[in-house]
């Protein structure tokens, strides 16, 4: 395993960094690609707000020096169970075919916009997702196809992008298994005891929910192989 920091570099990328493991891993593949990285998250009314603690534990341990938490309260029209408490957060697994009721509407496309805002001010090359279209293939906005829309958007609607050299959108997970993730976190050396992928809001993960039961299983079977 390697362990990684980040370090002052000529050249810097934007990572969303909700907390979860996913997006830890594309926090230090920021690093290990060699930018500076400039972290940003939301507090955007997840029931889980427990995974922004995570997200400044994980910036920390990666020495990402810059941080930035963004209210953006999706909640207000709900939509979703991880904003909305009338609705539960699902247990049985999810449906092939089926978009989950955990997706949040419009979440990904609002979160790019202000990193992309982000990025134009800062100066940065590169925008890192942690979008994986593998275990939630439901979610319309974890697509690639979907990121090469919104890089086309890019192109378009910034000053930069005007000026030929928009902030490109990396997602290096996007069509990763969830086992190839935990692998790359070990060799990049994620500090994985500090991430949070519980959907619900306790102090522990609940163990239950779709996304503690994919990770908890994807653990597992990477330490076994």
Known sequence: MTSITSS??????????????????????????GYEAIALSFR???RHERELLAARQVAA???????????????????????????AVPTEGVQTGEIPITYVPGRNTVFIAIALSLAEAKGA?????????VDYSGYPDCRPDYLAAFQ??????????VEGHAPQLIAPLVMDSKVDIVRRARRLGVPIEL???CYQGGETPCGVCDSCRIRDRAILEASNN
Do not use: C
């Open 8 to 33: 002052p570099n000529s050249k810097k990328a934007v990572i969303l960094l909700s907390g979860g493991l996913d997006s830890a891993t594309a926090a230090a593949q920021v690093i290990a690609d």
């Open 44 to 46: 955007y009314g997840q």
């Open 61 to 87: 341990a990666l020495q990402i020096k810059e941080h930035f938490v963004v209210d953006v309260n999706l909640a207000q029209w709900g939509g979703s169970a991880l904003t909305d408490d009338n609705l």
């Open 125 to 133: 090359e590169a925008i890192y997702l942690g979008i994986n279209a």
């Open 152 to 161: 086309k958007l890019a192109a378009l609607s910034s000053k930069v992008g």
């Open 195 to 197: 991430t949070w992928s």
